[in-house]
Every structure is written in structure tokens, then in C-alpha cells.
């Protein structure tokens, strides 16, 4: 069969695959830091190089007003059903980088079967199994099974809108029965999994200003509002000791979770107390009510990224200072919709907020959340393949994370996406030592090789 | 008189020391920076070699574990008292630089009278007015009317330890009538000042940690707890929006304003709109039941001086971090015992803190405040003086910064210290644009050139 021919050339090539994989994880594509531009182009003009070697037709840079998209397509199997496969090659920034264990985080270090570096899981490695699948067909059937089209682009992580500037202007270009993207996680090791549901998300910064000028706190302490204590008092009162966000309306339009969900997960071979032990933390907490995995895949959450202001250098300085600022997010569940959630959390802090300050909000990126049914062709053809490439039948979860172009695809599109983690949830994605199994990278490269057979319609 | 021929030296040499002055300023001694010793040590040596200029005796750099201490002598006035004019030649971190108005706070601009740079008016211009009284003597009349010991020090912006430990090493040494310090401000332009009254620093740094790495907010919030949202709810607790400290026994051992304070703070032409004007502010706020004046100078005070953690770069990242941190201080009033502050704020602390953290408190340091009686034969001098010099009789105020030293000297030596002000409040002594107003500098120099002479006993 097709297939076996396919999966003989994948394995005699997984040394390759995965020079192939460092050399793309070298990159330091951060779209976040303009001054990795050209970085980051890079990276595209590499994952466009390779989709062209690989034998796909009109492969392109697409040019937007910041980071390049890559395009390719291969139409040639009538009859047959089309996917999207899409990903990203931007990645986070790597900083902090003293907890790194290697020296730096862009010179990939293989240990333990795992490949480390900025990008691995979070997307290149993951992305990278869908180009080596197709590659697979190609250079061995020198065809695929059914229609493919890919679209990769370089502004996942700073919540871009050139792809959805592109999106919407080609929808013809693009249609197509399902999307395919890897960029989650398994549920555990040798427990591959289905994502079903993501939340979405809402980002904000908020910057609190005071005085002028920065001012000596003995002189002016007690007269004047200090824009930190401000900005602590507007955080503390997000949330409430009960772990539920204290936004009027915030969980008015939340769909409460099914029976079966509770059920299903509660199933699930999740240790509450190794996962505690595994962060390191004291003891888990979270909104009241709810387990774990209950509020990491289907509760609505409010995280501070980021505070900076005044004076966080060697030694004690008495600085009144003059701003403050934080970044935090709200996780949104269905059917919470991010426009709203800005305007509450706007109204909030416009309640809360002590006199003395002035304050901006800035609105970084916003994105619904995702639920996609579980009964359906597509789903069907993706069970049986991550059973083929991994060897087990994979579950059925949802996901904390959110991927805002599953929205936009449903959307813009009308169709529904197939997420097919091939990570593992400690991969550190968005943190120091981020990893991904180099098993795993060949265990997807398969399912996907077999995800395009398994599409073929009769 | 002797004193009139001083008084010209010192018309004949404003250039001189006008440009001594930046020659000083010129050095970059942050004590709290290490990578500056040598600068903080370069100006030791600057203010020992005019020390020795001058001619006083005994001069001499005394080490320590850190900083060197100045110390210099002139005993030659049998029957008369003896005055200790204390001073510091460190300064404050320069940061931020953005806003300042000039490429280096190290290279001094004069503009409209005033000299800009770091440390211009805290404390190396206002300590330097000392120096050039002394020399106006000294070059005049060959002699001092009093006797004068001079220790000038490089950690009081960091409130080490080492002076303390040389005056309770050298109580013998440094024993005097008075100890006199210019390192307050004028109440006004125009309106010179006797500080009686001081507040004192209980200063801290709080750490939380969280998961033992950074997380992605998507994959674990919602789960485990967020070191920045647990220190914005722990900071938010320290204060009410009545603007008072909400930790229990806070307010137990102030001692409340007299009524005769309170009526000549009253008096004292101060309007509350000018200064929310100077300082931009949309209204001033603070502990209710008191005025502004009050607040600053009577009633104790809690201010955050820097908040750190997680992502405070360019673009969104929504990192679950494992760490956040805050400076912050409390400004304390007779009779609050910084020790006893200590404790209250690391019980508050374990009382507020949610579950799921851990967290360690740094003490940085503490002093008392500070209360001077205002009828004895020291303030009687000074107010002559002063009225010498700035040609208006001082008010007596109270001041919200801390001067610790002075708790030192009456603790070790027994002695009130005078503090003679020749600043003004919007200086922005610790912020950016620190200035001293040249003709405060000269004007000082001549009051502290009549405090000399008005020191002595018939």
C-alpha cells in the first residue's frame, strides 16, 4: 500500500528531519521584538524554501505591513476533500533567560529523547511533522492522497492582524473542509489526544500615571497617590479569595460545562497531587467548585503577565514614582465574547480606580473561545489516524491556551478545525526551557502521513 | 567685624565655588550601585582633598567595609562649643534617564539659577555649603570662632551600616554641642526653615513565588496561583481607601499632632491647589482627617517604590510567571519602633497571603522618627543666622523624609541635631531633574559662615 511506502521513507529520514528541525529552531524568530525582524523573516523564507523542495505548487511569501505568510498548495486529486493545514513559525520571546539550562535558547540541545530551544513545541516542531508528512507522499507516491493547502504565518504570539487580512480577503483561495493545526498538547505521555474546545482570550495593559515626575516619597508620601499602590489595588480587586473574577457581568454569558464533560474528565488519569508536585507549588487553587482540570479547560480566568514601575534595581530607593503598569489577560470560555469582556473590564476599573491617577488601557488582542463537535468525519479520520501514528486511540479534551485563528477559520471559512496536539503539557511552551519529544515529532509526522489517507474519500 | 570679611571672601569667590560644586557633581557616586564604588570613593577623596585645602586638621579617609567615611577637625577655640556638621557625599541612582532634560545627570546645566544634576541639592550641594563657610574663615580671619568636627558620609542613600558603627566606635571623638545638617528644604522660596521634625523608614522588599517555573497562562492559570496577582492583593491590603495603613498595632504608638502644630501648619502660606498643580495630579489624596501639611510631615505612610515580574517588554506574553516582587516602605512618626513595624508587616503579610505561594521578606532598613525640641540655645543661634544669611527669619516645619543619623547622634552622642535646609520641595531630590537653586547654595554658605559666629559664648 501508499501508506507503508510513506511510512518506510519517514522512518529511514528522521536523523534528517531533525537537522531539519534544529536548523529552523536557530531561528530566532520573535515577532514580539521588532529589532528580530529580520529573524523572523527568516524563518518564513526557510519553511517557504522547504515546502518548495518538497514539491508543493504555488509556494509563497506573502507579503503583509509586518511578518510574511507562507502559502502552498496541491490541488491535483479531484473528487477528493481539501484540508488546511496551518501554523506558525514566530515564537515567543525567550527572556527570562538565566533559568535556561542551556546557554542560549536558539541553539537547540537535544537530552533525554527531548529537543530544547525557543519554538520546539510552540509551533516549529509541531508545524514542521505536517511539512515532513506531505514530504513523505511526495517523494515517495509522488502525489497526495487528497487536496492540501498550507499557510503558515509569523505573527501568532503578538496576536497579529495580517492573517486575518489575508483570510478574509481570499476566502475563495482558501476553502476547504477542515483545518488541520498542531499547536497543543497530548494529555499525557502515551495518551494522545483530540482538542475539542480552547479558550479564548482577552489582553490588556493597563499603565496608571501619577505625579508628573517621579518624587522623593519622604517629601510627597501620603499627599499625592502613588501609581503602584493604584495599580495593585485595581489587580486585587479583579479577583476574589474565592478565585472568581469580581467583574460585573463577566460570567453572564458562560455555558455552564455538560454532565458528560464533568464525567469525561473526571475519568481521565489526572493526579491532582503529582501535578501539584510537578510545578512545585504549595498546594493548587482556583476557583471555587470546580476541579483542576475543570478550571484549566472550561472556567474563565484573570492572570497578571507583567508589572513594572519605579525602582526595581540593587539596593532600597525611596521613589514616589510617576506610572505603573501591568499586562494581564482574561481567559475566556463560550460564550464570553471579547469586546464585551474589554468593555467590563473598562467599566470596572473606571469603578474601582482611586482619584488621584489618570490611567490608560491599551488592548492588546482578543479572541473568542472555540468549541468544536466531537461527531463528524473529520474527527473520525483524525481518531484513526493518531491511532495509526501512535499507536493508541486518543481522548477527547479541551484546552486552557487559546488558538484565535480556529475562530477566525469557522468564521471566515465556515469550517471547522481538527486540533492535533503533539506536545505535552510540561514542554514549558511561553517559559524557560521550553521542550518537545523527539519521539512524538515522528510519532506526528506519521499521523499526519496517515491523516491524508485516512481523509480519502472512496 | 571678622565676619564681614568673610562675608566678602565669600561674594568674591561664588564663581570658585560655584564650579567646585561640579566638579563634584561630576562624579557618579551611587552607593547603591557597585559597579560604581570607584566613583563613591573618587568623591571621598574630592571632599577630603578641600577638607585639607581649607586647612582644617586631622583629615582623613576612613575606611570601611564599603563606603570611606570623611572625617576633619578644628579644635583650636578653648571655652567656646563645638558643632559636628554632618553630610553625605552619595547620591541616589540616576535612573530613570529618559526623563531627565539632560544627556548626563552627571554633567551639571545651569538654567535659571538653578545647577541640574544628580545629587545637587541631596546632599553633596548642600553639604558643600559647610565646606566653603569654613574656608571662608579659615582664608580670612585664619581661624574658626568655634570649634567644628566634620564627618561626611557615603551610605546614606543605602542606609548602611558603617557610620554607625564609627560613631559608636568613636563617641569620644566625635562628642559636640550640636550636631548641624543641610540635607532638608527651605519651606519656600524665599521662606528659609528649621526642621524639628523628621519621619521615620521602615523599608522592605517582598518576593513571591509561585510554580517553581514560568508557566503559560492558557495551560495553567486558573490552576495554581500567580505570584503577581497574590502581590497585588498583598499590597492592595496594606492601605484603605481612607488613606490609612491597615495593619493591626500600626497606629498604636503615634504620637498625634499637638495643637499648636496643627495651627501653625495652618498658618504657613501653603495652598493645597498650587501644589496639586505643581505636581499634575488630578487631586491629592491621602489619610482622611488631615491636611496636606499634616500628611506629609505627621502621619505615618505606606508607599510602594517599585513593582518587578514577569513580561515588561515590547507586545503582549501571556507568561504565568513564577516570581513578582515590590519595594516598598513605611514612613514612620514619633514614636513608631521600625523593629515593631517589621514585625506588624511580616504578620499582616502571613495573615493576607492566599495559599499556593511561598514568599520572603527582605528587610533593607529602618530609623526612628525624629523630634527636636525647638527652644534651646543651638535653635536660637540658628535662627540668627539664617536670618544673617537668607536676610528672613526661619519658620519651623516638619519634615517626611528621614535623615537616620540624626536618631544615631542622639542615641550615641546625646545631642539635638539643627537641620538647616537650604532646598526647596520641588527640587526632585531622587527623581529626575534634581536641582539646587545657586542662590540658595551662596545663601547657605553665608548662613552657615553666622552660625559660627553665632555659636559663641561671650
Not at 488519569?269 to 467548585?289: D, I, M, R
Not at 463560550?334 to 490611567?359: M, R, S
Not at 484565535?404 to 517559559?431: A, E, I, R, S
Request: charged residues 25%.
Amino acid at each position: 500500500m501508499a501508506i507503508d511506502r510513506v511510512i518506510t521513507f519517514l522512518d529511514a529520514h528522521r536523523s534528517v528531519f531533525e537537522e531539519q528541525l534544529k536548523t529552523l529552531l536557530r531561528i530566532p524568530s520573535v515577532s514580539a521584538q521588532s529589532e528580530r525582524d529580520n529573524d523572523t523573516r527568516a524563518a518564513a523564507e526557510f519553511v517557504r524554501k522547504d515546502l518548495a523542495t518538497i514539491g508543493l505548487n504555488e509556494v509563497a511569501l506573502i507579503e503583509t505591513k509586518r511578518h510574511p505568510l507562507v502559502y502552498a498548495e496541491w490541488l491535483d486529486a479531484p473528487g477528493q476533500p481539501t484540508i488546511l493545514i496551518y501554523g506558525h513559525y514566530d515564537v515567543q520571546p525567550a527572556e527570562p533567560l538565566e533559568p535556561w539550562n542551556q546557554p542560549d535558547p536558539f541553539e537547540p540541545v537535544i537530552r533525554d529523547g527531548n529537543i530544547y530551544a525557543r519554538g520546539a513545541t510552540d509551533d516549529k516542531g509541531q508545524m514542521f511533522t505536517h511539512l515532513k508528512a506531505l514530504e513523505g507522499w511526495m517523494k515517495t507516491v509522488g502525489s497526495l492522497p487528497i487536496n492540501v493547502k498550507v499557510l503558515i504565518e509569523g505573527e501568532e504570539e503578538i496576536g497579529g492582524k495580517n492573517l486575518e487580512i489575508f483570510v478574509a480577503e481570499n476566502r475563495e483561495k482558501l476553502a476547504c473542509d477542515y483545518v488541520v493545526i498542531s499547536d497543543t498538547s497530548q494529555f499525557a505521555l502515551g495518551l494522545p489526544a483530540i482538542t475539542y474546545g480552547l479558550k479564548g482570550l482577552a489582553y490588556f495593559e493597563l499603565i496608571v500615571h501619577g505625579a508628573k515626575t517621579d518624587l522623593h516619597s519622604g517629601m510627597f508620601g501620603g499627599a499625592v497617590a502613588n501609581p503602584l499602590n493604584v495599580l495593585a489595588t485595581i489587580l486585587a480587586s479583579l479577583m476574589g479569595p474565592d478565585g472568581k473574577v469580581r467583574i460585573e457581568g463577566f460570567y453572564d454569558p458562560v455555558r455552564p460545562l455538560l454532565d458528560w464533560e464533568r464525567a469525561d474528565f473526571a475519568k481521565l488519569p489526572f493526579s491532582e497531587a503529582e501535578f501539584q508536585a510537578k510545578l512545585g507549588v504549595t498546594s493548587l487553587v482556583g476557583e471555587e467548585g470546580y476541579t483542576t482540570l475543570e478550571r484549566k479547560w472550561a472556567r474563565p480566568t484573570c492572570d497578571v503577565h507583567g508589572l513594572y514601575g519605579g525602582y526595581s534595581g540593587e539596593g532600597p530607593k525611596t521613589v514616589l514614582p510617576c506610572k505603573a503598569g501591568a499586562k494581564l489577560s482574561f481567559r475566556l470560555v463560550p460564550d464570553q465574547d471579547p469586546l464585551a469582556v474589554a468593555e467590563q473590564f473598562k467599566a470596572h476599573v473606571a469603578k474601582v480606580c482611586p482619584p488621584g491617577v489618570t490611567y490608560e488601557i491599551k488592548e492588546h488582542h482578543g479572541a473568542p473561545a472555540v468549541l468544536v463537535g466531537v461527531d463528524s468525519p473529520g474527527v473520525h479520520a483524525a481518531v484513526r489516524a493518531i491511532e495509526a501514528g501512535f499507536g493508541t486511540r486518543p481522548i477527547f479534551m479541551r484546552e486552557g491556551g487559546s488558538i484565535p485563528v480556529v475562530g477566525l477559520f469557522k468564521t471566515q471559512l465556515g469550517v471547522d478545525t481538527l486540533l492535533l496536539g503533539w506536545g505535552q503539557d510540561d514542554d514549558n511552551l511561553h517559559g524557560p526551557n521550553e521542550k518537545f519529544s523527539l519521539d512524538d515529532f515522528h510519532r506526528g509526522i506519521k499521523a499526519s502521513a496517515h491523516l491524508l489517507a485516512e481523509f480519502t474519500r472512496d
